[in-house]
């Protein structure tokens, strides 16, 4: 045997020996991993592409390959991430002196490649072999960069493969470039109908029941671009994110139940321009395309939804959504990006009238109960021959919500409602129910009974403190 290559051996021996050896890769791109975006049209065509990817791999991080030998080299890209051309032995370096691609591998358009590279001689103490692949996406990436090396014979370097992790991945898994969010203003602004008006106008009151001067606001629309999520390779090292330019449409539905006597909804930030929906029956469409407005909704800044109403129609307690939400992107241009995606949804600050407010009650039958418990609750303090407005909002139910109904007093002043009969869906179960009474009278009260098998129970106030927390916009007798 020739001294070289009994020194090549006995480097062999040092380099496969030991199982809790391993080998080590390392991404050298510049911005490291890539996210591409969700909003990319898959299968792209042709494939965009994201620019060169580099990587180093070392036998345990700080070993050397054994000099002389020749190695058997596989890289295997993550699927849906492709050679934007053919791979050629220039494209590994580093301690390969030089390299051939075999059986034919490496192809552009295909995802995975296998060298033959001599490594040289006097290959330094943690010399890394290198390499820098242009790479396109095809679709969305899922996997890992994989490399093995072995020998020419088949004896593995180290473990033998090494797959990149989340800290060193070429790509990571596609995520979406916009996000948006509705949110209510509930905890700091609420929205009620107001009963010196008969219940025709609205106004805003704090957390602690104060009347606010403000515009009635709804809550908000807050629309950002991600910038660390990107559609092509180009711009930063991190890669080009989306743009305002790139968006072509935002659009949603702002949705009441009975819009009869809102007049106008808009939307847009504090100082600066709103855009208005039209009115089409119970809701307002909203379909914003002026590139400005697109550019004000997707700066990361929450826009407020504004309503004014007609101070003369009566207004029934309901919930407020934005819903049919949609965000529509350029159908020109590179990088293809999808038509339109769906957009942000939720509620908004519901509308309920001032009044008497009791509970929560916990714990009622509803109408899909078969042997139910029966919640009947006594209503007292009405003036004789009244017919009253209220509303039922639900919690820790199957139909969460607020509901509607009204009651009419007896000669004694008094109306009772049962469980099972309140205006609810009847696919209700258990529930747990807050009742206002759309009344000015500070005389009325609500106490409860529990009936089952022909047994009564006392519940008495159920979820009453008896006491007078005298809340505006309510009058609060229930309070926790």
Do not use: H
């Not at 890289?75 to 390969?96: E, H, K, N």
């Not at 714990?363 to 139910?372: E, L």
Request: net charge negative.
């Amino acid at each position: 045997m020739k001294i070289k290559s009994l020194l090549a051996a006995v480097s062999m021996v040092a380099i496969t020996a030991g199982s809790a050896n391993a080998l080590v890769l390392t991404n050298t791109t510049s911005g490291g991993t890539l996210t591409p975006a969700l909003e990319l049209e898959t299968p792209i065509t042709p494939a965009a592409d994201f620019g060169d990817f580099a990587f180093n791999v070392s036998p345990n991080g700080t070993d050397r390959f054994p000099g002389g030998a020749n190695l058997v080299i596989g890289v295997t890209l993550p699927t849906g991430v492709v050679f934007t051309r053919d791979i050629t032995g220039g494209d590994i370096g580093g301690v390969a002196s030089s390299a051939t691609v075999q059986n034919g591998s490496g192809q552009a358009g295909t995802s995975s490649v296998e060298f033959l590279a001599a490594i040289f001689a006097t290959a330094g103490s943690g010399a890394p072999l290198t390499f820098n692949f242009p790479l396109s996406l095809a679709d969305c990436p899922t996997g890992s960069l994989t490399v093995t090396v072995a020998t020419e014979e088949g004896t593995p370097i180290e473990e033998g493969t090494v797959t990149a992790d989340a800290t060193n991945a070429v790509f990571a898994g596609c995520e979406s470039a916009v996000d948006g969010v509705v949110t209510s203003d509930e905890a700091t602004s609420d929205t009620t109908i107001t009963l010196a008006s008969g219940y025709t106008a609205l106004a805003e009151f704090d957390p602690s029941g104060t009347p606010i001067s403000s515009p009635i606001i709804l809550g908000a629309i807050n629309y950002e671009i991600d910038p660390l999520v990107s559609v092509s390779r180009t711009g930063t090292a991190a890669g080009q994110p989306l743009v305002a330019a790139d968006v072509d449409a935002i659009t949603f539905d702002m949705v009441f139940e009975d819009a009869s006597a809102i007049t106008a909804a808009s939307v847009g930030q504090n100082n600066g321009t709103a855009s208005f929906g039209v009115k089409m029956g119970n809701l307002f469409r909203f379909n914003i395309t002026d590139p400005n407005r697109i550019a004000e909704m997707l700066d990361g800044t929450a826009d407020n939804f504004r309503v004014t109403f007609d101070g003369t129609t009566v207004i029934p307690t309901q919930t407020v959504s934005i819903g049919n939400s949609s965000v529509s992107f350029r159908d020109t241009g590179l990088p293809d990006l999808i038509m339109s995606e769906p957009g942000a949804t939720g509620p908004l600050d519901s509308l309920q009238r001032q009044g008497r407010e009791f509970g929560y009650f916990d714990w009622n039958a509803g109408p899909a109960i078969s042997s139910p418990t029966l919640s009947v609750y006594r209503i007292t303090g009405l003036t004789a021959g009244d017919t009253v407005d209220y509303s039922l909002t639900l919690e820790n139910s199957n139909a969460n919500g607020t509901y509607s109904g009204a009651v009419t007093a007896d000669s004694a002043g008094e109306a009772v409602l049962v469980s099972t009969t309140m205006p609810v869906p009847a696919t209700v179960g258990r529930f747990d129910v807050l009742i206002n009474l759309e009344t000015p009278n500070t005389d009325v009260d609500i106490d409860r009974m529990m009936l089952k098998g022909g047994v009564v129970s006392a519940f008495n106030d159920g979820a009453n403190n008896d006491q007078e927390d005298v809340l505006e916009p309510n009058l609060n007798d229930d309070d926790n």
